[in-house]
């Protein structure tokens, strides 16, 4: 038990969940959207509010807080300098920063680049990349991939999604994970983790 503790605590599974419809093998057509409605970032925090608007507080100097448009929001999820936005037509918004900062090196990695996702039923923002769940259980993702944490364009059959610094992570309806990086983050021996 204390080295899955310890596992999950590592590969940072706050897993992003939408509702399937019961245990089991859910059919992706079952998955719909999962609310979302306080999430922290790097130096600033967002609400959802019960209408679908979003409000934000701390840091806007990456344009992080630029949210007074949105509306119709059921989620919402914070990377480390941008925000994103789950409306419930099942499109995505992002603003904030597009790049990426490291010893005073900056390039372009657009993170924010969700305006051609559709039929999405969660989100989650990592600190420099962005990672949408479909309806249909397919997985897509923008942003720095440095260590492959965007190479989800095969995964299937995925109910819940989370993004964190350097990886990304699925569960399956089988209560299987996948994550972008299994030789560091090891998880072949995890199974029947709670489904969502």
């Known amino acids: 038990m204390k080295k899955l503790i310890a596992l999950l605590t590592v590969l940072c599974l706050s897993l992003t969940c939408c509702a399937c419809g019961g245990i089991g093998k859910a059919p992706a057509n079952e998955l719909r959207q999962q609310e979302t409605t306080l999430s922290a970032g790097g130096n600033h925090t967002v ?81 420099y990349h962005t990672v949408g769940l479909r309806s249909d259980g ?30 990304t992570a699925g569960l399956r309806s089988d209560g299987t994970v ?3 990086d299994p030789s560091y983050y090891d998880v072949s021996d995890w199974t029947d983790l709670k489904l969502p």
């Open 178 to 180: 996948v994550t972008t």
């Open 47 to 127: 609400g959802l509010l019960s209408n679908g608007r979003v409000v934000a507080v701390g840091d806007k100097s990456y344009g992080q807080r630029n949210i007074n448009d949105w509306t119709d929001i059921t989620a919402i999820s914070t990377g480390t300098n941008h925000n994103v936005g789950l409306r419930s037509d099942g499109t995505v918004l992002a603003v904030g920063s597009d790049e990426y900062r490291m010893n005073g090196i900056s390039r372009e990695v657009y993170q924010c680049d969700v305006s051609d996702w559709t039929d999405i039923v969660a989100i989650s923002a990592g600190n």
């Open 138 to 167: 397919t997985v897509v993702a923008v942003g720095l991939n440095d260590d492959g944490q965007c190479d989800v364009s095969d995964w299937t059959d995925i109910v819940a999604i989370s993004a964190g610094s350097r990886c």
